[in-house]
């Protein structure tokens, strides 16, 4: 019998470098919205960031422990040199990367081999990361309720967001194992770029998706639109109205 690992511990499985502060899924929106944290990005940055990570690349031989060991010291220097948003280059797509969105990295066993080819991978993989950071970031600021609305408005567009996002994430990560983790952090981002605190944000998440989503499988979208309606009314104590 197969038992799936928790989303939390799959997250913390897969996604971890050396410590807490270094887990892309429990960072605060703060630590990864691009308007607060420059990534400063040219041809001869791309050069050098590319040499030091190719000298990192274990020998040929090293095993799944010399690899790990690499994944995890190429997210502290990626985090130590442009801040710690860049912890989640290898949050990748399906089981290996631990439920991301990230295409050019799939885990170590696959991914680390030639200095070069590897060293490339992962500034591809760091480049997409931050792609879908700016693309939340804009998502976000579409989504967000204007200041002034209240009552059934602001219910309406908090289902509006939480369905759209679980939407994106579901495509981006082709629901395969583990997507609906990276579901709770980007709607929990969500809430928070709205100005609510991180711990609430979670608990309300954590509350409207409960087990709901499960791994390689897409929900109906009456699913969704329970979970964005759930969400929606738990925040604001009515539900959002309908549109005609």
Known sequence: ?????????????????TDDELAAARLPWSAVD????????????????????????PAG????????????????????????????WHWAVGEGGGGGVVTHWCC?????????VTAAKVVASLLEWRDWLEELAQRFAQLAPPAATAGEDRSWHLERAAT???????????????WY????????????????GAPEARDAVEAAI???FTSWTAPPRTLIDAVGEDLATDLTGVRPYRER
């Open 210 to 212: 409960g087990g709901r």
């Open 1 to 17: 019998m197969i038992v799936e690992l928790s989303w939390r511990a799959r997250l913390w499985r897969n996604i971890t470098a």
């Open 164 to 178: 759209r996002l679980v939407t994106v994430v579901m495509d981006r990560t082709g629901a395969e194992c583990g």
């Open 61 to 88: 031989d090293g095993g799944w422990e010399d690899n790990y060991r690499f994944t995890t010291e190429v997210t502290a220097l990626l985090a130590a040199r442009y801040g710690r948003w860049a912890c989640g």
């Open 181 to 196: 983790g990276l579901c709770h952090t980007v709607l929990t981002w969500f809430l928070s770029s709205t100005g609510m």
């Open 34 to 57: 691009p308007a607060l944290v420059a990534f400063p990005w040219d041809e001869a940055e791309a050069g050098e960031v590319t040499a030091v990570i190719a000298a990192m690349v």
């Open 108 to 116: 170590e066993a696959h991914s680390v081999g030639r200095p070069d």
